[in-house]
């Protein structure tokens, strides 16, 4: 199994300003993965980060507003820039370990007033 | 478009039921699905993961179903526990991609 690190578990920022957000892997892993579960919805894929390249942003999401880096094969961070209300989100980050599963860290609960 | 959906969204039963969470999903060209648990503050925990090429994959009281033909999961708990309390999420990773797909979940309160 991978065991994920994310910090902080929760924040509560003012509008306009950015929240970077932290995911550590306890292991080496090509790809890191970072979603957003908004209130009631489900998770929706944010970017794929690899190390050594940019990340891959899916539709919707722009790197502007959520810059990623992923500087070595066991850290990447999400920024959250010039949040809004509609910000407000659980922001969590995964890696797969053995066996094709997918392992995800305990989230970052973010309100935006 | 992949499109996952989970019934019901909400669910509540006696401790000692046996019951099912049912997962539908839009293209069967699926490389595998995955159940995981979610519960408030603590992220999500992966319980199954089933192969495209299975059928059922079983973990002490949870049994999970593949049919893919027909783009349906179902998570069998026997047993259950009010500690199975959380939200249930099913997910379905797209052949030739890394990502997941997501359906809403079924949170299940499980009463004593």
């Known amino acids: 199994s991978a065991v994920i690190s994310q910090k902080p578990s929760r924040d509560i920022c003012q509008r306009g300003t950015s929240l970077t957000i932290q995911c550590q892997v306890d292991?080496?892993?090509?790809?890191m993965f970072w979603y957003r579960q908004q209130p009631g919805q489900s998770l929706t894929l944010i970017a794929t980060?690899?190390?050594?390249?940019?990340?891959?942003?899916e539709s919707g999401f722009v790197i502007d507003k959520f810059p990623i880096s992923r500087p070595n094969l066991t850290f990447s961070t999400l920024t959250v820039s010039n949040m809004s209300p509609e910000d407000s989100s659980i922001y969590l980050c995964?890696?797969?370990?053995?066996?094709?599963?997918?392992?995800f860290g305990a989230g970052t609960r973010l309100s935006v007033l | 478009k992949q499109e996952v959906t989970q019934i019901p969204a909400a669910l509540s039963v006696p401790e000692g039921e046996n019951l099912v969470l049912n997962c539908s999903f839009t293209?069967?060209?699926?490389?595998?699905l995955q159940w995981f648990r979610q519960d408030p503050g603590k992220g999500l925990t992966s319980l199954l993961l089933?192969?495209?090429?299975?059928r059922e994959q079983t973990s002490g009281r949870l049994n999970a179903s593949l049919d893919k033909s027909s783009g349906r999961s179902t998570l069998y708990i026997a047993a259950s526990q009010p500690g199975d309390s959380a939200t249930y999420l099913c997910?379905?990773?797209?052949?030739?991609?890394?990502?997941?797909?997501f359906g809403k979940g079924t949170k299940l309160t499980v009463n004593p």
């Open positions: 995964s890696a797969y370990g053995q066996g094709n599963i997918q392992y």
């Open positions: 292991s080496q892993v090509t790809m």
């Open positions: 980060a690899n190390q050594g390249s940019e990340a891959t942003y």
């Open positions: 293209d069967s060209a699926i490389y595998n």
């Open positions: 089933i192969q495209s090429s299975q």
């Open positions: 997910a379905v990773n797209q052949g030739g991609s890394e990502k997941l797909v």
